[in-house]
């Protein structure tokens, strides 16, 4: 890996220490950022082995897509305008059944292609045949923070935990610690406390951290109490499960005492307003959780539930969202919206010294074309990143110090291909439904 200097561009940093933006250069060396220089001062170019023109660049943190399952890729538009359990029981449970690890590794890999292409640097993962999305993310150069998803009922419940554990001693730290492996216990209603209690065991065990789904709907949060007296969030408080590191996705529908106990034990949150919405499941109080110092970041969820990965829109919504709501348009604003995506984010994943352009810190880091009509004037760049830009507007993509998206074009995976194996996937499981149903 070869030094890497970006020239003369427009840097936006999402650091509290700088500027909000400014004009100057960046030089890469290794997986780190060497160097930043505001002009005037300028970096000598003949440091580099790449020289990068920024002119027509803005050049900032790369975006941290805090919760995901990349491979339902496949189910994009496969069912929409229901209901999550609706959804969920009668479309995509049954779809998934009949997913195989060939499946799995084209739908990540379209995950990524649309992932990388929109500017997304880093994503967490929670699904299953885990090696092969591994394995899309070792090969697209991607940093990844995995889980082999585990539901405690049922006949996979002892196996996804003997996975889970293979799947650490088999990816966990490779490429350099691109690859990250974490706990995946699904949500409490599909893993019983007893069953958790196992997963607490192996997070001891194997010191890595989990994510679940916790109170996404207000149905999950009623049956809950009815079932166990209190709500998701209290009773996993309860089991202990916060006392290890968690980053809890969705929490819509929580109490002013569930946002005191996720504050309290520090647990990440993974707000997914898209999904949320279309889901019809509500929005999470995201400028509350912000008060009380909560690490809040964004996702996309799966694209099943989108339908897209894009996380400008994501972060765009959580904005204007919480504006909407409480009628006032101060809250999450643009700074605060551009750091939930970016290094909030990466603090939600509990992954350090990434998420800002600074020195020392991992140089995965994004470049947007100016030169498009949505992107001019230039009052206020953070603004117009969260207000106006897109993911079609990402240009240049560097992960851990590579180059893996120049001039829109991906450089470490054949787009074409991709999208043709997805496609032939997606068409292969459409059809085995349907020959199950005797439709
Ligand atoms: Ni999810």
């Given amino acids: 890996m070869g030094n890497i200097l970006i020239r003369d561009t427009l840097l936006v940093t999402v650091d509290e220490l700088r500027p909000g933006y400014f004009f100057g250069d960046i030089l890469v060396q290794g997986d780190k950022i060497a160097r930043i220089s505001e002009h005037p001062e300028k970096i000598d170019f003949k440091t580099a082995g790449l020289v990068i023109d920024g002119k027509n660049l803005l050049v900032m943190p790369g975006l941290v897509n805090t919760h995901g399952h990349a491979a339902m890729t496949l189910f994009r538009s496969y069912a929409d305008d ?30 990524i292609c649309e ?22 993310a070792a090969v697209s150069g991607i940093r990844a923070f995995l889980s082999r998803g585990m539901i405690g009922i049922g006949d996979s419940a002892a196996t996804s935990l003997k996975e889970t554990e293979q799947f650490i001693q088999n990816w966990h730290g490779a490429e350099g610690g691109r690859i990250n492996v974490t706990l995946g216990p699904h949500a409490p209603y599909t893993c019983p406390p007893p069953y958790l209690e196992k997963v607490m065991n192996l ?24 079932q166990h007296g209190v709500s998701p969030i209290e009773l996993v408080y309860r089991l202990g499960l916060f006392d290890h590191k968690v980053t809890a996705a969705h929490c819509v529908h929580v109490s002013e005492r569930d946002i005191e106990m996720i504050a309290e034990k520090q647990v990440g949150v993974a707000h997914n307003p898209g ?9 999470a109080p995201v400028a509350q959780m912000l008060a009380k110092g909560i690490k809040v970041g964004i996702g996309t969820d799966g ?14 919504l959580a904005s204007l969202l919480a504006k909407g709501l409480a009628t006032d348009p101060t809250l999450v604003d643009a700074k605060t919206a551009l750091r939930m995506a970016t290094v909030t984010g990466a603090e939600a994943l509990f992954l350090e010294d990434c998420g800002s352009l600074k020195e020392g810190w991992k140089a995965d880091l994004v470049g947007l074309r100016l030169d498009v009509p949505h992107m001019t004037p230039m009052h206020d760049p953070t603004a117009q990143v969260v207000y106006a830009a897109s993911a079609a507007d990402v240009d240049l993509v560097l992960v851990d110090g590579r180059l893996v998206l120049e001039k829109g074009e991906l450089k470490t995976i054949d787009e074409a291909k991709v999208r043709a194996e997805a496609a032939r996937c997606a068409a292969r499981l459409v059809g085995v439904v349907a020959e199950k149903e005797g439709k």
């Avoid at 590794?105 to 995950?111: H, K």
């Avoid at 992932?115 to 899309?136: H, I, P, R, S, W």
């Fill in 82 to 111: 229901l209901p999550l359990f609706e959804w969920l029981e009668e479309k995509i449970w049954p779809i998934e059944k009949h997913l195989t690890a060939d499946d799995i590794y084209w739908g990540s890999m379209l995950a």
């Fill in 115 to 136: 992932m990388l292409k929109g500017g997304t640097t880093t994503f967490k993962d929670m699904y299953f045949f885990m090696d092969q999305v591994a394995e899309a």
């Fill in 203 to 226: 997070a001891t065990k194997s010191g890595r951290s989990l994510q679940i789904h916790l109170s996404e709907t207000k149905r999950e949060v009623e049956e809950s109490i009815a």
């Fill in 275 to 283: 999904s949320n919405l279309k889901l019809g499941s509500g929005v």
């Fill in 303 to 316: 694209a099943s539930s989108n339908n897209n990965l894009d996380m400008f829109e994501e972060l765009r």
